[in-house]
């Protein structure tokens, strides 16, 4: 079995990537990364450590996920994330493949609006690149406000449990590119 680490800013991040990635990897096994680690102490000298710390010769893959909390013209966003990713890939033996989220995760789920609206019983009207959403989750939020549930970021994991992953792949192209890769990397092992 092949084993794939997966490194966060939340566990509930993590946890997500991961439901929605056993849906088409059933023979791959996942193991969280860091879990006690969140937000800007991914950049800590204290993060870094823990997860050389985590690893382990058993782990093939990591998926290294960030959001960018920005558009992706937003250059120097870009240069510091892919900086810190770099570092980290390079604490990870070259073992790295980076899941960088254009401003949040839940533009995932809006790229998979019907399986939300299903579940939150609400009607949230999105078509295009959820790339293009400034604050995906405040979205999320707002149109569940007078929902019998509101969406909350712990929820990302059963959300994303009933998310299709192929129409996720289909309406959201960083989604895709990161899919095809992390797929040819599998492959290959």
Same mark, same amino acid.
């Given at each position: 079995?092949?084993?794939?680490?997966?490194?966060?800013?939340?566990?509930?991040?993590?946890?997500?990537?991961?439901?929605?990635?056993?849906?088409?990897?059933?023979?791959?096994?996942?193991?969280?990364?860091?879990?006690?680690?969140?937000?800007?102490?991914? +950049?800590?000298?204290?993060?870094?450590?823990?997860?050389?710390?985590?690893?382990?010769?058993?782990?093939?893959?990591?998926?290294?996920?960030? +959001?960018?909390?920005?558009?992706?013209?937003?250059?120097?966003?870009?240069?510091?994330?892919?900086?810190?990713?770099?570092?980290?890939?390079?604490?990870?033996?070259?073992?790295?493949?980076?899941?960088?989220?254009? !401003?949040?995760?839940?533009?995932?789920?809006?790229?998979?609006?019907?399986?939300?609206?299903?579940?939150?019983?609400?009607?949230?009207?999105?078509?295009?690149?959820?790339?293009?959403?400034?604050?995906?989750?405040?979205?999320?939020?707002?149109?569940?406000?007078?929902?019998?549930?509101?969406?909350?970021?712990?929820?990302?994991?059963?959300?994303?449990?009933?998310?299709?992953?192929?129409?996720?792949?289909?309406?959201?192209?960083? !989604?895709?590119?990161?899919?095809?890769?992390?797929?040819?990397?599998?492959?290959?092992?």
């Amino acid at each position: 079995m092949i084993k794939v680490g997966v490194i966060g800013e939340d566990p509930y991040d993590t946890k997500a990537i991961i439901n929605l990635l056993k849906k088409r990897h059933t023979s791959v096994g996942f193991k969280q990364l860091g879990k006690k680690l969140t937000g800007c102490s991914l +950049d800590s000298e204290k993060f870094f450590k823990t997860i050389s710390l985590d690893m382990d010769d058993t782990i093939s893959v990591v998926i290294c996920t960030r +959001d960018l909390d920005g558009f992706d013209s937003q250059v120097e966003k870009l240069k510091a994330r892919q900086a810190w990713f770099d570092r980290l890939n390079d604490v990870l033996g070259e073992k790295g493949i980076f899941l960088l989220n254009i !401003f949040e995760l839940e533009a995932l789920i809006l790229a998979d609006i019907e399986s939300f609206n299903l579940d939150y019983r609400v009607s949230i009207n999105f078509r295009g690149d959820p790339a293009m959403i400034s604050d995906p989750k405040g979205l999320l939020q707002s149109n569940t406000r007078k929902a019998k549930k509101t969406y909350a970021v712990s929820h990302c994991p059963s959300v994303f449990d009933k998310l299709d992953i192929d129409i996720i792949e289909r309406n959201c192209r960083y !989604f895709r590119v990161f899919l095809r890769d992390f797929q040819k990397r599998i492959a290959s092992l």
